[in-house]
């Protein structure tokens, strides 16, 4: 058989599994509990004056019926402040502080915060209405401390709609493989049970606090996947800003890759692996004419987003030119990777 005949199967195999796995999920139904804590939810701000007054009134507008949100102005040397102080509303409370960091942020709205249910989101980004009632839903046993939802991309600039195809590619991973056992609960959209975050000293100061939490908290428990639980956020707008953000993110996890199959050096190794076969097979099938197989995984990798662009909500165009997108993130992270470990071997992580 032709070598890349062979070197097609591995790349066939992997995204099956995921793909086989979202549909099994499908099919069955996620525990919930339907119980009503009273839960507050934490937005941390710096110099977001053009966008706080837009997630404030998502967050106040959630279909919930006890809860509170407190705005903490990391800060900020905009009008954040008084754009968010000027909302009036007996749910929400506004602090303002010298400049932190968004972890420091976060705990200080944990010190005032009065909610049994401890959620967070970003400034430049703003919850569906259902949000809240979705995430504490997902708190279905004491066992469950931490939930993470889904991440949604705004915008309509080509890096822009790359990460929307990448977020629901990561939203379709999640529901195949970490329905009840998250590996990030992201903090555009995530709720912890506050004596969770107690326990572990509130939230992790930390370049990619989130994760940092995230792994802090699963030391004790479990952190879950809430997939109707949804934001939208912005997201870089050009590909030296994306570029930027990753690197930040995958050195961030590097410094704390540990064990678990989704989070372990086998895992990402291996699926470094299979990005460079992502890369190099397309273009070798290319240029070796042999159209069929190169027309097979084409359609293959489009029918894996289609099915959860149909379930989850995105453009039809986006999941047919799927493989072109696929094709750029494979490079993209593995240049990423290969960067992060190179900085890791010389010291400099």
């Known amino acids: ?92 409370r506004v602090l303002r502080g010298e400049h932190r960091g968004k972890a420091g942020a976060l705990n200080a709205g944990l010190k005032i915060a009065t909610g049994e249910i401890i959620a967070t989101t970003d400034a430049d980004s703003f919850l569906e209405r259902n949000a809240l009632r979705e995430l504490v839903r997902r708190f279905y046993s004491e066992e469950v401390l931490g939930v993470g939802g889904q991440v949604r991309v705004m ?77 939208w956020t912005e997201m870089p707008a050009s590909l030296r800003e994306l570029w930027c953000q990753r690197r930040r993110w995958v050195l961030g996890d590097l410094k704390r890759m540990g064990g678990g199959f989704t989070k372990d050096w086998a895992f990402i190794l291996l699926s470094d692996g299979i990005s460079a076969l992502d890369i190099a097979l397309p273009l070798l099938l290319l240029f070796s004419g042999l159209w069929w197989a190169l027309l097979l995984w084409w359609s293959f990798e489009a029918l894996t987003m289609l099915v959860p662009t149909a379930v989850e909500g995105g453009k039809l165009r986006n999941a047919l030119f799927f493989p072109v997108i696929l094709w750029f993130l494979a490079l993209f992270y593995l240049s990423l990777h290969l960067y992060g470990y190179w900085t890791k071997l010389t010291g400099r992580l």
């Open 1 to 92: 058989m032709n070598p890349l005949l062979l070197a097609l199967i591995p790349v066939i195999l992997w995204d099956g599994y995921f793909f086989l796995n979202y549909l099994l999920s499908l099919r069955k139904p996620y525990p919930t509990q339907e119980w009503e804590p009273r839960v507050s939810l934490i937005i941390p701000a710096y110099n977001e004056g053009r966008r706080v007054l837009r997630a404030i009134k998502a967050a106040l507008g959630q279909d919930y019926p006890d809860f509170e949100v407190i705005v903490v102005d990391d800060g900020s040397e905009d009008d954040t402040y008084e754009i968010a102080s000027s909302v009036s509303d007996p749910r929400l």
């Open 155 to 231: 915008g309509n600039s080509l890096p822009e709609l790359i990460q929307e195809v990448e977020h629901l590619r990561i939203a379709m991973f999640r529901r195949a493989k970490e329905l009840d056992d998250l590996s990030l609960a992201p903090g555009p959209i995530a709720a912890f049970r506050r004596k969770a975050l107690e326990r572990i000293g509130g939230f992790v100061e930390d370049i990619v606090e989130d994760y940092a939490t995230t792994k802090a908290v699963k030391e004790f428990g479990k952190v879950v996947y809430a997939p109707k639980a949804r934001v």
